[in-house]
């Protein structure tokens, strides 16, 4: 699909007229009755423009018009959702050309027209990519497609198109990769995918497979995978820009990559047990990332490791009770084989923080029950001593829309990981608190880095959607992160 500004007097086939609820609203509608010869008090009762609200009218000539509500809020994520949903809901009704008419939206900075963009690219995403009966991708979406955004400046600087572009295709693959059956994606799959991106976009990708594994010292990592037939690897993305910019910090990014979480030993019910294939959503958000920081061309270095393993249940698994090394050093009392994203993930923080001493370290993972049930799916936990960095993330979350709140991670919480036969255990044992006790534990392995930030975000990876009935892909986590490394580039 092309994308391009174009001035009002452009004609497609669809135009579709995004409208905000405000004070405006009565004028706006009176200059669009004018416009379409309708009754104003007719138009006025039937469009209101509630978040998503949709009123196609026709004519003057072949063109068919719809007028988009957007609800009285403009946040950057409500305009993406309600065009992610109005472009995949008339998926099957897309002409070839469609344009979106900004002139009557007062708002459209970058923000925004990145935000409406990624909304429209991202409607593509097809959760049913195993159907035997697909149907053809629309029009609209191949190669002869075209988007024009109607506006009466047109802006010299357009890299907001492309950038938003490259947002969306990276995002695409996320949700296909988080959507993707567990026996689709073992561990070498997450990694033949970094691989061949970081090929095709200029940035380092290595990968340590078992015999590596071993050798270095990964115990705690291995020791999840025992379960399992499919190899782990720890997946390191390397993404150094061409001229990096000297005063801006490494970003090391670890992502909770467990392509499948049966529980191990200490097994799931199996009611909801198939949804643990989205157990690699901190992996998705991290390779993600560093993906689009590398596309971009971001001036900071970034680098991102996954830990990547099932976890399965076997002759051979981890049994509660036993009693695992570390890449740190470290003994773990394995109290719950469930508790194994903070086990993979003490070896992706050892081996950031020892390799490449990022200046800033955050992690993503799906890590915890707790933290749905604490925050449900509006935010992701947020845990990190350091205010500064609290701040600056808190800020992309709100600016994004991919929410974040803060929750603490006082020592009093401390007690609940001593062991009496190893260093530490991975469980406390007391059903309370449970996201405060797994950042407490990946705290031990980050060696008090001054700048590490811990983002739960269990209830946000994987959640209901207009894709389908079942729970899906979200891609949360690619636009928080790239918000937070533009805005060190800004204020830097
Ligand atoms: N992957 C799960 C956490 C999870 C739960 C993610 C629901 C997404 C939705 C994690 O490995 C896990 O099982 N955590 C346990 C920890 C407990 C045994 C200490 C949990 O939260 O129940
Ligand atoms: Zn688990
Ligand atoms: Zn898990």
């Known amino acids: 699909m092309k994308i391009s500004f174009q001035h009002p007097s452009f004609t497609a086939d669809t135009v579709i007229v995004p409208i905000l609820k405000n004070d405006q609203l009565a004028r706006i509608t009176e200059e669009l009755a004018v416009r379409f010869s309708l009754p104003t008090d007719r138009l006025s009762t039937d469009f209101v423009a509630d978040a998503g609200q949709v009123l196609p009218l026709y004519g003057p000539t072949s063109q ?8 009285e809020k403009g946040g950057q994520i409500d305009y993406l959702k309600t065009f992610r949903k109005l472009f995949f809901e008339q998926k099957a009704k897309l002409t070839s050309s469609v344009a979106v008419d900004l002139t009557i939206l007062a708002d459209h ?23 035997t009966d697909r149907t053809e991708t629309p029009a609209f979406f191949g190669p002869d497609g075209q988007l024009a955004l109607l506006i009466n400046d047109i802006p010299t600087d357009q890299t907001m198109l492309t950038n938003a572009e490259i947002m969306a295709d ?5 949700l296909d990769l988080m959507n993707a059956p567990g026996n689709y994606k073992p561990p070498v799959a997450l990694a033949n995918w970094a691989i061949q991106s970081g090929q095709q976009y200029g940035y380092a990708v290595r990968v340590l497979y078992r015999a590596e594994l071993e050798a270095e010292g990964l115990h705690a990592l291995l020791s999840v995978s025992n379960g399992s037939d499919q190899p782990p690897a720890l997946i390191i993305a390397d993404y150094r820009p061409a001229n990096p910019a000297t005063e801006l910090p490494t970003v090391g990014l670890v992502g909770k990559g467990v392509t499948f979480d049966t529980g191990g030993i200490s097994i799931k019910p199996s009611a909801s047990m198939h949804y643990m294939k989205s157990d690699m959503g901190g992996a998705a958000a991290v390779l993600g990332t560093v ?12 680098v991102g490791i996954v830990p990547a393993t099932e976890n399965m249940v076997d002759g051979r698994s981890t049994k509660p009770g036993d009693v695992v090394g570390s890449y740190l050093g470290k003994t773990i009392e394995v109290i719950d084989t469930d508790a194994e994203g903070r086990v993979i993930l003490a070896d992706g923080l ?8 990022p200046d800033v370290l955050i992690d ?8 749905i049930g604490t925050l449900g799916y509006e935010a992701a936990g947020l845990f990190t001593q350091n205010d500064d960095l609290a701040t600056q993330l808190t800020t992309a979350a709100n600016r994004t829309g991919e929410r974040l709140w803060r929750l603490p991670l006082w020592d009093a919480y401390k007690d609940d990981l001593k062991s009496d036969v190893a260093d530490l255990k991975n469980y406390s044992g007391k059903p309370m608190a449970g996201a405060i006790t797994a950042a407490k534990f990946l705290e031990v392995f980050t060696e008090n880095h001054p700048a590490w930030a811990h983002l739960d975000i269990a209830g946000m990876a994987f959640a209901d959607t207009e894709f389908g009935h079942q729970k899906n892909a979200t891609g949360y986590g690619i636009r928080l992160l790239i918000g937070y490394l533009r805005q060190l580039a800004i204020l830097s």
């Open 350 to 357: 050892g081996y950031m923080i020892r390799n490449f001493t």
């Open 364 to 371: 993503l993972a799906t890590l915890t029950g707790s933290v």
């Open 170 to 174: 990276t995002t695409r693959q996320m």
């Open 291 to 302: 993906e689009v920081a590398a596309r971009l061309g971001l001036p900071m270095r970034v």
């Open 109 to 131: 900075t970058p923000d925004t027209i990145e935000a409406i963009l990624i909304g429209i690219l991202t409607a593509q995403n097809d959760p049913g990519l195993y159907k």
């Open 64 to 71: 068919r018009t719809l007028l988009l509500g957007l609800g």
